[in-house]
């Protein structure tokens, strides 16, 4: 069984700083990109950052610079340091990986999201 755990959410205020990590664990095989997604309640779910087994990331366009993605491939970790937040970032975020177990081929993980609010 495959479990991602996500910690790091919370309360700050406007303009303050905010680090998630995700540990993926369990009967892992091999995992591919890693990332993050948030969510606001009757919103789809948006994509934050995504980074491959490579380092090569990629971020959503409302990010502008201000949050950094990164991964450790040997403990199956990876953060978001989310720099210069705003109340509009206020959402559940999700960690995700695409990964392959030793008993599924390859699927998306979930976490189980943590809450992150932005007060103004």
């Known amino acids: 069984q495959v479990q991602l755990v996500e910690s790091g959410g919370g309360l700050v205020h406007r303009g303050g700083s905010l680090r998630l990590s995700c540990a993926a664990s369990g009967n892992i095989f091999s995992i591919n990109a890693m990332g993050w997604y948030r969510q606001v309640p009757g919103n789809q779910r948006e994509l934050v950052a995504l980074i491959s087994t490579g380092g090569s990331s990629r971020y959503g366009k409302f990010v502008k610079g201000r949050f950094t993605i990164s991964r450790d491939n040997a403990k199956n970790t990876v953060d978001l340091q989310m720099n210069s937040l705003a109340p509009e970032d206020t959402a559940v975020y999700y960690c995700?990986?695409?990964?392959?177990?030793?008993?599924?081929?390859?699927?998306?993980?979930w976490g189980q999201g943590t809450q992150v609010t932005v007060s103004s």
């Open positions: 995700n990986a695409y990964l392959k177990s030793d008993y599924k081929d390859w699927s998306d993980y």
